[in-house]
Structures are given as C-alpha cells and as structure tokens.
C-alpha cells in the first residue's frame, strides 16, 4: 500500500520569506512524486514531480522541491512567498506499476503582506 | 487547448435518486481517473481507466457506484440510490500515457450534495 503524510494543517509565512510544504510518503519500489496546487472551486493543477534524477527538483511559479530517499520525504519550497501564493497545497505518490495517485490531506498555505 | 471538463459542475439529489456525472477528458489522453473528495480531506482514487477498460476500480466505496468510458473517451460515474455520505466534490483527471510516471490533469469537480 502507499500513503502520503502532510504533517501540518496549515501553514503561515509572511511575504518574501522562504515557505515549506512538508511531505512524507510510503510507497513499495521507486516513488513517483509529485505536488499539486487547489485554488477554492477549482480542480488539481501539476506543480513540479521528482521522477527519478536529481534530487532537486523545480517546477511551477518558482516552486522546488527536494527528494530525501533516507527520509522518505518530498518537501515542497519557495525561496520567497508570495500573496498569490496562499492556496492548497497536496502531495502524492505513484508506485511504480500503480496507475493512481494517492494524495495527502493537503496544506493551506497562507502568505500575509 | 481544452482542459478536462466535467457536468455538472453542481448536483443536488434527494437521498435515494440516481446521479450521472460526466467526464470529458484531455483529447487523446488514454488514462482516465475519478477520485471522491470530501471537505477538508485529500482526493480519495475510486476508478482508473485505459482507453476503455476499466483497470482499477478497488477504490469505489461500494456496488452503488459505477463507472464507464465505452469509447476511451468520455466517462461517467453514476451512484445509485444515493446516501447523505454520497455528498462530495467528485473529481476526474486524465493523463496523456499509460506510465504512472505522468502528472494528472484534472477538472474542476462536480460538487454533489445529497439531501
């Protein structure tokens, strides 16, 4: 089985301070990871992945993350936030031969001016 | 281009009636998923498609829920004598290829409430 943990409900930073997102996961074999972002009434929109390669990864309006295969996590950062930064933020891992994705409970980001 | 688009956008049933929610997918996307999500939560994977078979449908709660896409295109989830706990945002997303290495590319959600 796979599982995704986002050890924090929320999150608050003020605007030009770096921001991170945690993640953890559990998967068996190679994860797929990736970060997703809601804005309220709106689907899912793709972020950035970690496939394999780099353990760095950058994606979207600035955003990285880094894969930490010791700590089984995928922490999603931003060197400096941004109002239009604050929405919903979730994590999800794909095994290797498993089709779906399997999503943390997310994080409510808020960026103050 | 276009994105995935789902109907309606909001579904208000009394409990007992029959639902159909509609998914139009990416054009040409083979991978086709609907997943539940409840207030507050993360989006919960129901049924995953390949074109038109139905690969994966460990996640549907329960034998009131179905799922098709006869054409490898279009889909439709339809819940059967719905229950108060139906009343969820249903999401579909599709992805270009079959590897599970490919990001998903989602609707914005039928939000259904169940009266």
């Known amino acids: 089985a796979q599982s995704v943990a986002q050890p924090e409900d929320q999150v608050n930073v003020a605007e030009g301070n770096p921001l991170t997102v945690k993640c953890t996961y559990s998967v068996s074999g190679n994860p797929y990871l990736f970060w997703y972002v809601q804005y309220p009434n709106r689907g899912l929109q793709f972020l950035l992945k970690?496939?394999?390669?780099?353990?760095l990864v950058k994606g979207s309006y600035g955003f990285e993350a880094e894969f930490n295969t010791s700590q089984t996590s995928f922490h999603l950062k931003k060197p400096s936030a941004l109002v239009s930064d604050s929405a919903l933020y979730f994590c999800a891992v794909n095994g290797t031969n498993a089709g779906k994705s399997t999503f943390g409970d997310g994080t409510t980001l808020t960026v103050k001016p | 281009g276009a994105g995935v688009s789902q109907s309606p956008r909001y579904k208000v049933a009394k409990r007992g009636q029959d639902v159909a929610l509609r998914c139009d997918p990416i054009s040409g996307h083979v991978s086709l998923f609907w997943y539940q999500q409840a207030l507050g939560q993360g989006p919960e994977f129901l049924t995953y498609?390949?074109?038109?078979?139905?690969?994966?449908k460990s996640g549907l709660p329960s034998d009131r829920f179905f799922a098709e896409r006869p054409e490898g295109s279009v889909s439709t989830l339809k819940i059967q004598r719905t229950q108060q706990e139906d009343s969820a945002v249903y999401l579909c997303?599709?992805?270009?290829?079959?590897?599970?290495?490919?990001?998903?590319?989602f609707g914005d959600g039928t939000r259904l409430s169940i009266l």
């Open positions: 970690y496939i394999t390669g780099d353990n």
């Open positions: 997303a599709s992805s270009p290829r079959r590897n599970s290495n490919q990001p998903q590319h």
């Open positions: 498609f390949q074109n038109e078979a139905q690969l994966d």
